[in-house]
Nanobody
Framework: QVQLVESGGGLVQPGGSLSLSCAAS????????MGWYRQAPGKERELVAT???????KYADSVKGRFTISRDTAKRTASLQMNSLKPEDTAVYYC?????????WGRGTQVTVSS
């Protein structure tokens, strides 16, 4: 059974930083596009960032310049470094692995930005 397990969420003050990690198992990690999505209360899930198997990255406009996605194929992990966090970044963050329409999701990790 495929597993994506997120870690690293928590409470941080505005302007602070957090790093999220996603550990993948039982997939051919190197083939998958890895992504981070988030869902705030009362809102739809939205794309935050993706990174292809070749390392190409895409970001939502709202996080460009503040968030950085990366992947480590040897460790089978995808990470999201979040800097200059804002209250509007508060959400549950989900890890995603996608390969030609096949999607797997983690259970999510809560990120709360508040003073």
């Amino acid at each position: 059974q495929v597993q994506l397990v997120e870690s690293g969420g928590g409470l941080v003050q505005p302007g602070g930083s957090l790093s999220l990690s996603c550990a993948a198992s039982r997939i051919t990690f190197s083939l998958y596009v890895m992504g981070w999505y988030r869902q705030a209360p009362g809102k739809e899930r939205e794309l935050v960032a993706t990174i292809s198997s070749g390392g190409s990255t895409k970001y939502a406009d709202s996080v460009k310049g503040r968030f950085t996605i990366s992947r480590d194929t040897a460790k089978r992990t995808a990470s999201l470094q979040m800097n200059s966090l804002k209250p509007e970044d508060t959400a549950v963050y989900y890890c995603n692995a996608e390969y030609y329409g096949t999607n797997y999701w983690g259970r999510g990790t809560q990120v709360t930005v508040s003073s």
